[in-house]
Each structure stands twice: as C-alpha cells, then as structure tokens.
C-alpha cells in the first residue's frame, strides 16, 4: 500500500494552494505549519511574506483564508495575533486519516524503494578482551539506526569493526606457544557447549598471565615483539593461534549479545584485520595523490585548523615512521572497502565522541583522496559517557570499569521484581521472560531517550521505574491495551468518522498520525532519541485518554468500536516503534 500523507502535510498543502491563490507574487512561498496549544496547528509564514511584499500581515492572512475553499478537512481557519494562522481540523479528517493508517502493515510509513546503502559501524568490542559500560551505546545505538533505516527503504549494510590486531597480540601469543593448554575448556559437566562466561574467563586469565610476564621478563617480552612481527608477516602458526583468540571472544561476544536481545552476524564482523591487505595501497595512493607527505619519516596529512597547544600542526598519522601503521591506515582503508566494494552513499559510524577530532581527519582525508565526495557522505553518530547516579564516570566500588554482563543482569533481576510484584497468574517462566524483555528493554531505552551527544546517569532503579520516561511505562501501556482488547467480547475496533472526538480522543489522533512523519525525520538525523520521545507522548496521551474516555463502557456501540479503533493503533504504533528501538513489548505484564 502506499504510504498515507499526514494531516500535517495535507493542511501544509491547503495552505499553500491558498497562499499561490491569494497572492501570486509569493511564489511558492512556505506556510510554516507546525503543531499549536492554541488549535491544532498554526501557520505564521505570513509575517516573513508581509515583510517582502510590505503588506500589512492581517490583511494578507485574511485573504489567504478567504483564497482556500471549503473542504473536508480544514474545519476552521482564524486569523489571529499580527498575521497568525490558527488551524482546526474535522474529527472527520482525523478519524479518516487514521483508519488509512491502520489499513497498512506499515501503519502508513513512507518506503523508499530507491533509497541508498547505508553502511553502520557499530557494536565494535576488543578480542580477548571483557565488555564494559563504554560498549553499551555503540551497540544499542547502533542497532536502532539500523532498524530505522532499512524500515524508510535504506539498504544496510552493518559492519562491526573488533579490535582484533596489534601488538598486544604478540604478547597472547607467544604466552599460548609457551603455556599450550590454557585456552582448553573443562570437559566435565558440560554438554559440549562452551559458555560465554567460560569463554571469558580464560581469555582473562591467560591475559592477565601473559601481561604479567611480559612486564616482568625481558627475554618473553623480546620473544613476544618477535612474535607480533610474525603475526603480520602472515605466519602459518601463529595466524592459527591469533584465530583461535578471535573464535573464542566470538563466543563470549556473542553471549553478552544474545542477552541484550540483538543480533550480530559472523559475516558482518570484519574486524581491523580485515584491512591488512589494503593498507599498503592506501599509504601509496595517499602519497602519490599528495593528500599525504613525509614528515620526519610518518607519512601524515595536516590540516590548517587542527593545532597542538604549542601552536604546531598536528597531523593525522597514517603510517609511522617505523613502517607500522596506525588506526587511520585501517579506518582510512575500510572507507575504500566500503565504498568502492560495498557501494555505500552514506557510512555512519556509532562511535564515542572524545574520537571525533580523529574522525573528522580520517573523513576530510578521505575527501581530499575523492572517496568520500557529494555522493558518497561520511557521519560520525558520537554519543557521550555512561555516567553514575553521582554524575562521574560509571565505575564499581574498586574503581573498576562495570562489565556489561553484571550490568545486564542486574537490570533483569531488578525488572524481574517488578513484574513479579505486578503479575497477575503469571508462571515463574513467564515472569523469568518477561524480566528480561523489560530489564532489557529498560537500559536500552535509558541510551535511546537521551541525545546520543549527551551523557547520561545509569539509574536502574529510575530505569525499572512503571513512571516517568522509561520504557516499562510504555510496555504497560502496551499490556494494557491488549488487556482491554481481550475483554471487549464480540466489540471489535472500527472507524466512525461520523461521531464527535472528545479532547483527549482528538490529541491522540493528531499524535498517532505524525507517526510517519516522524520516522522519517528520525532517520534523516540519525536521532533515534526522537523516536523516544514520541513514543512516551503517544503513552503518556493514551493515559490521559483512558482516564477520560471510557472505551468498554461508552455511551453507544459505535462509541465503543471508535475508542476500541483509537487503542488498537495505539497499541500497533507503540509495538512497532519499540521494535526499531529494539525493545520487546510483552502481551501480558
């Protein structure tokens, strides 16, 4: 079906027929239509017109209104203040529109069939080493974009960048070479299965080993530098040692993973050793092109606005004067990829902000060697720092960086309380699901509810909270639509446009029907904290409506069907809205 215009964009329309008729000299001039406390919605692009055509702007709003003619959708149209437009529409037009929407799968939203391929990096974790807090944005983040974007049309492309290369490397394994049996897995009392968990705590243990050694060994540190050089000389058996590193994080990733409830694909993680046979190239075509020069023997690009603090330039560094290459060889390398194999028009990448200086020389860079141009755009989406309730970055009580899982599981067991306490005949499986649903739904939805530019205080009691802007607020409103839905008996939901909306029925349909216009805005941002905020209107809307309209116990039949009609999208809105965000709602609470 095709995608349903808004009320907003038909009025939008209606306004400007009205301004072309009126006063043709404006061109097509723009009514600058937004949403109003005072109507519906309120036009003031007439005061800027009044200027350029010195009119006075009353007179000039008058005859724009008197231009537009009598319709079905604009029920009143009052000149107000020095030239505004304040605009009602007909209960009819509302209740129309949202019966078109409800009519399609996709709830009206616009598809672009022939929209670009957008590549995301995100969700970028370190082999062999634990998840923490600091990987939590990137991936939740992350995650919504890509759901946001392939729902409007985009092709996505998702592309997880591990660190899975450099010289740390050589010190693991060199350490595995001399000590052969410490990645091998307790045979007893598993079925065969090696748990993320397991898996972690050996790549734990064998780095703390190997780490101490190294520091306190001449000889093991000079064996493992050695070792380093065979490792990207492409050695036979230390390649087969450094793979067996990157499988065995695979399977602690993937764990922490499955229990944010996200899914991550082996093709999709190509990691900073996917690079390696371009990095060569891209130094020569960099210097050959003369974006990059020598410099005391590094091959670095400058840039007449990026100074250190002793005024100097300071470059960004593509190969250092050893021969070794830095993160821009393998960021600058994987622009290319992307590109020229991928054929991406838009990269994004999901990445902390304090890395944006490093981005902004990769990507201008990249735009002075012609792989990034007026087709093809390069976005850095830099989110802040997870903070504590005391406003500092999240540690535990030793100081220690909070790893991710103990994060994960604490919000499930403090959402499992809650909806223990709220169950009605629920099982203790049924509670034990939807805990996680809702504890997980709960931190993701903490990330997704602030700009990703801002830092954000990690609050699980907050968080788990069934009031206020948290995601359990939206799935209970949710639940509690079904709920009504379950109990209506032989009612079923269905437009009437003939009857007149209560206030609160006329608020949450102009809501609902912004709904696509908002998705789109939301992917054209990159600003899935829009796409928050809308949903917890659209509750906090159906809450007010479900105190003031009865819906089971209304005055008429048809009443009933049209109340039932307005909780159905809602509940349909709400669903697919969460699940972009990539939060579960549950049927029953």
Known sequence: MASVPSLASTVQQR????????????????????????????ANGILALAKQLKGNPRELATKVVEAIPANDVLKDIEVSGPGFLNITVSDAAIV???AARA????????????????????????VAKEMHVGHLRSAVIGAAMVGILEFTGETVVRRHHIGDWGTQFGMLIQYLIEHPHELDHKAEGTDGEVSGEEAMSNLNRLYKASRALFDSDEE????????????????????????????????????????????????????????????????????ESGVAVRSEGALCVFFDDVKGPDGNPVPLIVQKSDGGFGYAATDLSAIRDRVQNLKASTLLYVVDARQSLHFKMVFETARRAGWLN???????????????KDGKPFKTREGETVRLVDLLDEAIERASAVVREKAQDLSEEEIAERGAQVGIGAVKYADLSTSAARDYKFDLDQMVSLNGDTSVYLQYAYARIQSILRKAGDAKPAAHPELVLAESERALGLHLDSFGDLIEETAEEFAPHKLAAYLYQLAS??????SECPVLKADTAEQVENRLFLCDLTARTLHQGMALLGIRTPERL
């Open 220 to 287: 093991f540190k000079t064996r493992a530098r050695a070792r380093v050089v065979d490792l990207q000389a492409g050695d036979e058996e230390t390649l087969a040692l450094w793979q067996r590193f990157v499988d065995e994080s695979k399977i602690y990733f993937y764990s922490v993973f499955e229990k944010l409830d996200m899914d991550i694909r082996d093709p999709d993680i190509v990691g900073e050793s996917g690079y390696n046979d371009m990095l060569q190239e891209t130094c020569r075509l960099l210097e």
């Open 374 to 388: 007026d087709e093809v755009k390069a976005h850095q989406l830099a989110f802040g720092t997870v903070l504590g």
């Open 96 to 98: 129309n529109t949202l």
């Open 103 to 126: 009519a399609d799968d996709r709830l009206g939203v616009p598809f672009n069939a022939s929209a670009g391929t957008t590549v995301i990096d995100y969700a970028q974790p370190n």
């Open 15 to 42: 306004l400007a027929e009205g301004l072309s008729a009126a006063l043709p000299e404006a061109g097509s001039a723009d009514p600058l239509l937004r949403r109003s406390d005072r109507a519906d919605f309120q």
């Open 541 to 546: 809307l159906y809450t007010t409506f479900y």
